[in-house]
């Protein structure tokens, strides 16, 4: 479990607010693509994964945004060479908006529901590339498995929903520079002229130190940044009593931020 500060834009302005990163490994069905309840009876149908759960929280004047994306990468790259499943959720006083995305054959099938009229119900398929949401379980798993060069990239689910920017297939240009113990790795997306830069521990775990996204929009420059504050290793599920509340001290929670 990680915890950041992040300075997130919204609306022409910048928030503060807390990020969230929890990796943790689950078997996950092939077919299904949801959490197996007895991995030892699905035979091939398994799938081994690291599962990211991230988080973002911050306030826009008197309402806040409550945001949240869920990646399922396998671990077994020969098994199964593509993440899974990702799924995204916005709420805030306005509405809500989810979206998924599964592997499906060599497309990924893509559904999204918005309160927006111009955005509704959607389906779509787009074929098999990688996946800016996954980067992230890519750095934790193996970073020299990270593509260089110019890549085909399906943009992060946050984006496309924050922008109201359908998704698609875009051309980007990755890149990594390194020093003796940290790796910034870089995507730009010419097309929306974003970029995000990912910064690591070259050593294993290859914690994330954090992120800085940036947006050209008419004329102007719009920024999020996020900061590591605090690492927690433990087995998050089991805590779920109020004589665990402590451990939300350790990573710079209050009790209040629910």
């Not at 928030?15 to 943790?24: C, D, L, Q, S, Y």
């Not at 990211?52 to 869920?70: D, E, H, Q, R």
């Not at 590339?129 to 934790?140: K, V």
């Amino acid at each position: 479990m990680n915890s950041y500060t992040i300075r997130q834009s919204r609306y022409g302005e910048e928030r503060n607010g807390k990020a969230m990163m929890i990796f943790v490994t689950e078997d996950l069905s092939i077919n299904k693509q949801v959490k197996l309840d007895d991995p030892d009876k699905a035979g091939t149908d398994k799938a081994s994964v690291l599962k990211l759960n991230m988080t973002k929280n911050f306030v826009t004047g008197i309402y806040p945004y409550s945001m949240m994306l869920s990646t399922f990468t396998p671990i077994d790259n020969n098994h199964v060479p593509h993440t899974l499943k990702v799924t995204m959720t916005i709420q805030e006083w306005c509405g809500q908006v989810f979206s998924q995305v599964n592997l499906k054959h060599k497309n990924y099938v893509i559904t999204g529901h918005s309160y927006f009229e111009k955005e509704g119900d959607e389906n779509l398929n787009l074929k098999v590339a990688w996946l800016e949401d996954e980067l992230w379980n890519r750095i934790r798993l193996d970073p020299q498995s990270l593509p260089i060069g110019e890549v085909e990239m399906i943009p992060g689910l946050f984006f496309s929903r924050l922008n109201h920017i359908g998704l698609n297939i875009e051309k980007t240009n990755c890149s990594k520079e390194e020093t003796s113990d940290l790796v910034v790795y870089t995507i730009t997306y010419p097309l929306h002229q974003r970029s995000i830069a990912i910064e690591f521990e070259k050593a294993f775990p290859h914690s994330i130190k954090g992120w800085t996204e940036t947006q050209e929009q008419n004329g102007k420059t719009y920024t999020t940044t996020a900061t590591l504050d605090k690492q927690l290793i433990t087995d998050y599920w089991t805590k779920n009593k109020n004589e665990f509340l402590y451990l939300r001290d350790s990573l710079g929670l209050s009790h209040q931020n629910y």
